[in-house]
Nanobody, 115 residues
Framework: QVQLVESGGGLVQAGGSLRLSCVAS????????MGWYRQAPGKQREVVAV???????NYAESVKGRFTGSRDNAKNTVDLEMNSLKPEDTAVYYC?????????WGQGTQVTVSS
């Protein structure tokens, strides 16, 4: 059984920073991408950052230059450093992991940015 657990969400003022962390445990086979999605109220889940096993990272246009994703393959962790946060970044953030069989998701962590 694979489990992903996120931490680090919370309430922050616009312009502030937060760091999200996610640790994966269980029987994963051939891990490829890890990363983050988010879902704001009334909106579809959208990709935020995708990090390949080699560390190449792709970001949504809306977060480029403000968010930085990283991962530690030895520890099966993925982080998201979020700077210059905006009210429109308010959402539930989900980490995910792909292995050869399927995609696994965390339970989500709330990020709220006040104006």
């Amino acid at each position: 059984q694979v489990q992903l657990v996120e931490s680090g969400g919370g309430l922050v003022q616009a312009g502030g920073s937060l760091r999200l962390s996610c640790v994966a445990s269980g029987s994963m086979v051939g891990i490829t991408n890890m990363g983050w999605y988010r879902q704001a109220p009334g909106k579809q889940r959208e990709v935020v950052a995708v990090i390949s096993y080699g560390g190449t990272t792709n970001y949504a246009e809306s977060v480029k230059g403000r968010f930085t994703g990283s991962r530690d393959n030895a520890k099966n962790t993925v982080d998201l450093e979020m700077n210059s946060l905006k009210p429109e970044d308010t959402a539930v953030y989900y980490c995910y992991l792909n292995d050869v069989y399927r995609t696994y998701w965390g339970q989500g962590t709330q990020v709220t940015v006040s104006s």
